[in-house]
């Protein structure tokens, strides 16, 4: 997790920062409904590349944003999941689908 002071002053810079990448929030925005496994997230996230969605996840579990849970199983099995703090990003990206249906209601 990031320290205080590695964060911008601006509140808006450091949420932007955090989860601002196009890849981050479609993430988010998977893990609100479940958690899912890489190879799922992969394939539904249309584009992204393997190593793109890697460093997403390693970067969101560092700044504690979501989880990782590995079953002890053969092949291993991990799941990605919204911790608590991931959790309190719902409407937030609630709020972004808003916009984002008021705004196409609007074009001609």
Known sequence: ??????????????TVSLIGSKWKLLIIRNLLQRPWRFNELQKNLEGISQKVLTDSLRSMEAD??????????????????LSELGESLRP???????????????LN
């Open 1 to 14: 997790m990031k320290k205080k002071e590695e964060l911008p002053d601006c509140p808006v810079a450091t």
């Open 64 to 81: 504690g944003i979501i989880t990782r849970k590995v079953y002890p199983e053969v092949p291993p099995h991990v799941e990605y999941a």
């Open 92 to 106: 937030v990206i609630f709020s972004m689908a808003d916009w984002g249906d008021e705004y196409k209601k609007n």
